[in-house]
Nanobody, 115 residues
């Protein structure tokens, strides 16, 4: 069973930056997309950013121009560079990988933006 492991979360000040990483414990073939979701307390999990196997990206309006998603197909990793962080970015961030067989989720990493 392939597992996804996120890292890079933590505490950042408003205006600061964090870089999240998500690594797969094994090889995932036939990937359609990699994505980052987030879930704030009392809210539903929502898409933050997505990158397809072809390299196309899609972002939530609230993070456009501040966050950048990238992926390394050879190493089965996906990154989320988060700049100009705001308190409303505080949430648990989850990575997701979808291939022709399944949808994989990580365990989540906490991001807290506070002064």
């Amino acid at each position: 069973q392939v597992q996804l492991v996120e890292s890079g979360g933590g505490l950042a000040q408003p205006g600061g930056s964090l870089r999240l990483s998500c690594a797969a414990s094994g090889s995932i073939a036939s990937i359609y997309s990699r994505a980052w979701y987030r879930q704030a307390p009392g809210k539903q999990r929502a898409l933050v950013a997505l990158i397809t196997s072809g390299g196309s990206t899609n972002y939530a309006d609230s993070v456009k121009g501040r966050f950048t998603i990238s992926g390394d197909n050879a190493e089965n990793t996906v990154y989320l560079q988060m700049n100009s962080l705001k308190p409303e970015d505080t949430a648990v961030y989850y990575c997701n990988v979808i291939n022709k067989f399944s949808s994989y989720w990580g365990q989540g990493t906490q991001v807290t933006v506070s002064s």
